[in-house]
């Protein structure tokens, strides 16, 4: 089974510094992998993927995420933090389901983004 | 379009209680899934269907029953809830259409079984 690794759940940076979150995957074989952000109460909206295309993978909000097989990584960055950016970010790599299922989704524990003035 | 939407936002229980927590999605979408969200674990997979009448086990599927007699619906059923269940439950409906299988997720149901 696969598995991932978010290192630091609670992460805090200052407005306009840089945003780095990490993950790191398990996986014997390129995987897809995604970022999701978790505003508080809400469910998770998706802020990019990852499928064997570009390496560098650019999503919404100004954030992106580069893939590193050799490192097996596939860490969030953005340039200039925001207040709004506040939140709870989910790292996650597909694997397929038996029976034709499609992709289940095993999820990082999660990094929690404070954003300070 | 609505999306995926999950009733009730919240809800209480008492141990032995029986409930069901709805997820509808209006996209059309044949894979359906519910995860439980706890504290410094992540998301993990409870049941997921492939189509209308099809269902398989998740990671955590002991407690819990699922059923898919539509397309738009896959409830979660609780036939008798422990406090080990309480947590936040996500229903996601799979658009295997895009490169990657983009999963969309509901609000969530938070749950508290006392």
């Known amino acids: 089974a696969q598995s991932v690794t978010q290192l630091g759940s609670h992460v805090s940076v200052s407005e306009g510094a840089l945003v780095l979150l990490r993950c790191n995957y398990s996986?014997?074989?390129?995987?897809?992998l995604f970022w999701y952000v978790q505003y508080p109460n809400q469910g998770l909206q998706l802020l990019l993927k990852y499928t064997s295309a570009a390496t560098l993978v650019k999503g919404i909000n100004g954030f992106e995420a580069e893939f590193k097989k050799s490192e097996t990584s596939f860490h969030l960055t953005k340039p200039s933090a925001h207040m709004s950016d506040a939140a709870e970010y989910f790292c996650a790599v597909s694997e397929f389901l038996r029976g034709g299922g499609g992709n289940k989704l095993t999820f990082g524990t999660g990094t929690q983004l404070k954003v300070e003035l | 379009n609505a999306g995926v939407t999950q009733t009730p936002k919240f809800q209480v229980l008492k141990t032995g209680q029986s409930m069901t927590l709805q997820c509808a999605q209006d996209m059309n979408h044949e894979y359906m899934s519910w995860y439980r969200q706890d504290p410094g674990m992540g998301l993990r997979l409870i049941h997921y269907s492939v189509g209308a009448g099809i269902t398989d086990q998740g990671e955590v599927p002991n407690g819990y029953n699922v059923s898919r007699s539509t397309t738009e619906d896959f409830p979660l059923r609780l036939l008798s809830a422990a406090p080990s269940q309480t947590s936040v439950y996500f229903c996601?409906?799979?658009?295997?259409?895009?490169?990657?299988?983009?999963?969309?997720f509901g609000p969530g149901t938070r749950l508290l079984v006392l």
């Open positions: 996601a409906s799979t658009d295997t259409g895009t490169e990657g299988e983009t999963q969309y």
């Open positions: 996986s014997s074989v390129p995987p897809y």
